[in-house]
């Protein structure tokens, strides 16, 4: 079965000590952190295992990446000088973000009001990491951001668009690689039907917690539910249910009650 892989990776010098953006191609990698679908696992590669990384990229499906098709794959590509990178099936998803808006946005700022959480350093922070040989701090900091870009991606498939903030209002981003029915379509398909859900739910913390839940009411992106862990009558903001999914029927004195 072919892959699904997602991609980050990490340079060894700043661009101002190749002279500018326009040597990106001159920065080398430190590391290149990739998650794999099909194995469930995350790897990085450092640079004596790239004969490594080629295979498991030629053989991928789709990878996707942010800011991956100007950058990642532009310092990454003379590693390869037999295969071009940018031949492979790829999904750039601050490529996506521009097509939709006409700007540029930072993966923090997407991953701060998609996700409720943010990268935990910046570049410089990684080139400081391979400067002092600190491998353990640099692979866990290029795989954090390959899990952030992995969770924007996996909530653009389940919601169809990610979230900005302009002017500190909450905007929404539509996305094009949503995957069947939405988050908001299953969850008006439950109340229709009068069915449970299995949510995962984004609390204010950036914390995942997952509820079977009963649907009583949706209102302007909100969603009143009879939680089946809790008991508890609770409201929950449809733009933060990770993933939904049909589980069953509701008993019908809980259908009752609504």
Request: glycine content about 10%.
């Amino acid at each position: 079965m072919a892959d699904k892989l997602v991609l980050d990776l990490e340079t060894k010098k700043t661009f101002d000590q190749v002279g500018g953006h326009h040597n990106s191609h001159q920065l080398g990698v430190s590391v290149c952190g990739v998650y794999s679908y099909e194995l469930n696992q995350y790897r990085a590669f450092r640079e004596e295992e790239f004969g490594d990384l080629l295979k498991w990229l030629t053989k991928a499906e789709l990878i996707i990446g942010f800011n991956s098709k100007s950058f990642d794959f532009t310092v990454l590509q003379p590693y390869f000088p037999q295969t071009r990178l940018g031949s492979l099936p790829h999904l750039d998803i601050l490529e996506e973000v521009y097509r939709a808006l006409g700007f540029r946005l930072k993966l923090d700022s997407l991953a701060q009001e998609t996700l409720g959480r943010g990268k935990s350093g910046d570049g410089l922070d990684a080139i400081r990491y391979y400067q002092a040989g600190d491998w353990n701090s640099l692979i866990k900091y290029c795989l954090d951001d390959v899990k952030i870009t992995r969770d924007l991606y996996e909530y653009g498939a389940a919601h169809g668009n990610l979230w900005f903030s302009d002017g500190g209002r909450r905007t929404s981003i539509p996305v094009r690689w949503q995957q069947g029915l939405s988050v908001i379509d299953i969850v008006k398909q439950a109340r229709q039907q009068g069915q449970q859900l299995e949510i995962q739910y984004l609390d204010d913390n950036g914390l995942v917690t997952a509820s079977r839940i009963d649907i009583q009411e949706i209102t302007n992106g909100k969603v009143k539910v009879f939680d089946q862990q809790t008991k508890q009558v609770k409201v929950l903001d449809v733009s933060k249910i990770k993933t939904a999914k049909l589980c069953g029927q509701m008993g019908s004195w809980q259908k009752g009650l609504f």
